[in-house]
């Protein structure tokens, strides 16, 4: 079993979307003292008045380790096509998130793996620093195991 866990700066294929095992945990972002969730709402052409209206400029902040946290404890029961390569039982969990020279999303990530593992030992838990081309490499990965 696995579960792909990315940050909002990442784009899903609309089937992933669809799929349990795809997960998003959103960025939030801040314009003219509203706070404005990145999620699938998110409303582009909104936000962009309001970046051109406020005197300030926009402000982002990462997902929380909390955020992190409920996501890698949601439980998936579809098993990923094809793969028996595991010797194990575990859910083998991928987190990629926005660089973190960027970001502070891959750091709340790994903060989230250490409290998910300090109470638990039933999944395989990866956090992967990357820019957000590369990020349909590893789902390239995964589909051909």
């Known amino acids: 079993m696995y579960r792909v866990i990315i940050d ?6 609309p089937e992933m979307l669809e799929d349990e095992r795809f997960m998003n945990v959103p960025l939030t ?3 003219g003292g509203e706070v404005i969730i990145d999620d699938e709402g998110f409303d582009q ?9 406020s005197p300030r400029g926009p402000k982002s902040s990462c997902p929380s380790p909390g955020k992190y946290l409920e996501a ?5 029961d579809k098993l990923m096509p094809g793969n028996n390569n595991h010797s194990d039982d575990k859910e083998h969990v991928y987190i990629v998130t926005l660089s973190a020279e960027l970001s502070g999303s ?13 109470a638990h030992d039933d999944k395989c838990i990866y956090v992967f620093n990357f820019i957000i081309a590369f990020i349909m490499y590893l789902f390239k990965a995964i589909s051909t195991k």
Do not use: D, T
């Not at 891959?106 to 300090?118: D, I, L, P, T």
């Open 45 to 53: 052409k909104s936000f962009l008045g309001k970046v051109k209206a």
């Open 106 to 118: 891959y750091n709340s990530a790994v903060v989230a793996k250490g409290m998910y593992e300090e």
């Open 72 to 76: 890698i404890s949601k439980r998936v």
């Open 8 to 13: 909002s700066c990442g784009e899903l294929f």
């Open 29 to 31: 972002l801040e314009v």
